[in-house]
Nanobody, 126 residues
């Protein structure tokens, strides 16, 4: 059974940093493009960042460029999201997602992804 398990969320002050992790199991990780999405209170789930199978290319939403870094360690079957300079607007449940991929592309649409994690809460508040 495929499982994606996020961790690393928590309560932080504005300007703080977090590193989120997504541990994958039950799939051949190297054959999957990966992504991060988030859903803030009262809003729809939105794309945050995507990464290709080998990490050669990365894509970020405009709202997080320069502050968020997506990466992956294929030897550990793990996806990461490093976040700096957190803002209250970053408060959301963060989800990782996996898409079986044969082209080496990254993906931005929710419908592109095959599997989802349960989410981890990030709260940015003074």
């Amino acid at each position: 059974q495929v499982q994606l398990v996020e961790s690393g969320g928590g309560l932080v002050q504005p300007g703080g940093s977090l590193r989120l992790s997504c541990a994958a199991s039950g799939l051949f990780f190297n054959n999957f493009a990966m992504g991060w999405f988030r859903q803030a209170p009262g809003k729809e789930r939105e794309f945050v960042a995507g990464i290709t199978r080998t990490g050669e290319m990365r894509k970020y939403a405009d709202s997080v460029k320069g502050r968020f870094t997506i990466s992956r360690d294929n030897a550990k079957d793990t996806l990461y999201l490093q976040i700096v300079s957190l803002k209250p607007e970053d408060t959301a449940v963060y989800y990782c997602a996996a898409r079986r991929d044969y082209s080496g592309s990254y993906y931005q649409r929710q419908s592109d992804y095959d599997y989802w994690g349960q989410g981890t809460q990030v709260t940015v508040s003074s």
